[in-house]
């Protein structure tokens, strides 16, 4: 057997019963052909990156579980078929990783520095006498005419 971790995102507009009826069902197949269940983690409601079936968040579950590949198929496949799953990703869970929830970065990010003043600016160029200017009339006329 392979230990396995599924990360499920559901639907936020369900009912939080019908959360726990979706990790029962799973906890039920993994139980059901022969595996061993070994812990559930809700992550919570989260903001989504873009909006997935219209909505802007999901309620997140991990759940890890030792089975059999043909038990990990079975779940994906009830999964894919119930409306209340928004996302799911099976991957073989890696012993010793962590399973925690990612920490919530909602703090406001610190204000900008001020910006620093002006540096002086350079003294201005001497001005050139019209006669140094070759063709004196020449500089009279624009380019746009």
């Known amino acids: ?8 995102m559901l639907d936020p507009e369900l009912a939080e019963e019908r959360h726990n009826e979706l990790i029962a069902r799973v906890r039920q197949l993994v139980e059901r ?4 269940w070994r812990s559930h983690d809700a992550w919570g409601r989260r903001r989504l990156a873009y909006e997935i079936a219209k909505k802007p968040d999901g309620v997140y579950h991990l ?3 030792e089975s059999t590949a043909e038990a990990l198929d079975e779940i994906t496949r009830v999964l894919k078929i119930d409306d209340g799953v928004l996302r799911h990703l099976a991957t ?3 012993a ?7 920490r919530d ?8 520095a001020p910006a620093p003043p ?3 600016a350079p003294a201005a160029a001497a001005a050139v006498p019209a ?4 063709g004196d009339e020449a500089n009279t006329r624009s380019d746009e005419e």
């Open 1 to 8: 057997m392979t230990t396995y971790e599924i990360l499920l």
């Open 33 to 36: 052909t022969g595996g061993t």
């Open 63 to 65: 759940v890890v579980f």
């Open 92 to 94: 073989r869970h890696i």
């Open 96 to 102: 010793g990783s962590r399973t925690s929830a990612p």
């Open 105 to 112: 970065d909602t703090q406001p990010p610190p204000p900008p």
């Open 118 to 120: 002006p540096a002086a």
């Open 131 to 134: 006669a140094e200017y070759p």
